[in-house]
């Protein structure tokens, strides 16, 4: 697994660094960690966000050795789950069918019920740790 695998753009990494004082640039590209603190932290208090503007590169060089290709799209992936990730939009592409309608439903029944945001927002943050994981496992079997 040495090779490229065409898996991350570094394009997508400057877009999801534009939201990178929430880390999703970093959640992006396997770092979950680091992702994690600057979620809490804005960016390292914007500081590391800056930072990361020159890392980027580096970081999807790494991301494209660690995560495996396959017809699950990486790119397309993240951007559903980051933009539309509360409507279950990115398990829906994944086939994951039954979680993307309880994503889908617990977001609608949030509308009327706030505390079913809360679960939402876990499956969604659940989701940023462990994308690059499960697109991996599902490239794998094609």
Do not use: C
């Amino acid at each position: 697994m040495g090779q490229n695998q065409n898996t991350h753009s570094v394009f997508l990494g400057y877009l999801l660094w534009i939201f990178g004082f929430i880390g999703a640039h970093r959640f992006y590209y396997g770092k979950q960690v680091t992702g994690v603190i600057w979620f809490f932290t804005l960016g390292l208090f914007f500081i590391g966000w800056i930072i990361d503007l020159f890392l980027i590169p580096s970081m999807e060089r790494e991301a494209e050795r660690r995560f495996i290709s396959g017809p699950v799209n990486y790119n397309l992936t993240w951007i559903l789950l980051t933009f539309l990730g509360l409507f279950g939009a990115h398990r829906f592409y994944m086939g994951k069918i039954a979680t993307g309608f309880l994503y889908l439903g617990l977001t609608g029944l949030a509308v009327a019920f706030p505390p079913f945001a809360v679960i939402v927002a876990i499956g969604v943050l659940y989701d940023f740790l462990t994308l690059n994981e499960q697109l991996s496992e599902l490239n794998s079997v094609y």
